[in-house]
């Protein structure tokens, strides 16, 4: 159980091109996801909450306009990078938590790994 | 100071060698604390959770000092295939975990 799946799981686009990554949990409900991004040799970086039905709350540094993150379902919430430039080719990965879990855990999806030319 | 703080290594440990990391957090509300392990291009994996009284799963023993504000992993046997980065999560203000820069691991033959 506990599975959360993100695609696609690798994009290469060009810059000025936006690119939306979608995140899933496949067998539960999660009223809660959450989206990381990670540069090489670095730690995870929250960039958003992201709550169903409700508007995502950005980290410090992180542009809303520019992340645009819709949580439309509790199983499905999507994050789209506009205006995409080789600053921000990185390794998205998403997190999800299960709404009837009353712990911290988050499930990780298995990350997508951006490239922008 | 970062909220989660941890040596990033490369530790670099024989096979069947006993290996430990430590990591430090500065939010003293702090309640609950994991490790995970992550392998080179792949998510976060839950190793374990750490409680207060300390806990062991198999080759793997967690501690928790909430005095000094650090928590340990300690792994004897050490296997090929625990060479990976190993990141220290603690949940901070607002209930958010907030992740380590990891402590890679690399164990050798």
């Known amino acids: 159980g506990a599975v959360v799946s993100q695609h696609p799981s690798w994009v290469i686009c060009k810059s000025g091109t936006s690119v939306k990554i979608e995140c899933r949990s496949l067998d539960f409900q999660a009223t809660t996801m959450f989206w990381y991004r990670q540069f090489p040799k670095q730690s995870l970086m929250l960039m958003a909450t992201s709550n169903e039905g409700s508007k995502a709350t950005y980290e410090q540094g992180v542009e809303k306009d520019k992340f645009l993150i819709n949580h439309a379902s509790l199983t499905l919430s999507t994050l789209t990078v506009t205006s995409a430039h080789p600053e921000d080719s990185s390794f998205y990965i998403c997190s999800a938590r299960d709404r009837r879990d009353g712990g911290l855990e988050q499930y990780f999806g298995p990350g997508t790994r951006l490239t922008v030319t | 100071r970062k909220e989660v703080e941890q040596d990033p290594g490369p530790f670099n440990v024989p096979e069947g060698a006993t290996v430990a990391f430590n990591c430090t957090y500065s939010?003293?509300?702090?309640?609950?604390f994991f490790w995970y392990r992550q392998d080179c291009r792949k998510e976060p994996k839950l190793l374990m959770s750490v409680y207060s009284s300390g806990n062991e799963d198999g080759r793997f023993t967690a501690q928790l000092n909430r005095a000094s504000q650090y928590i340990s992993l300690l792994i004897r046997d050490s296997k090929l295939s625990d060479s990976a980065t190993y990141l220290c999560v603690v949940n901070g203000a607002g209930n958010m975990l907030t992740f380590g820069g990891g402590t890679r691991l690399m164990v050798k033959p």
């Open positions: 939010n003293s509300a702090s309640q609950s």
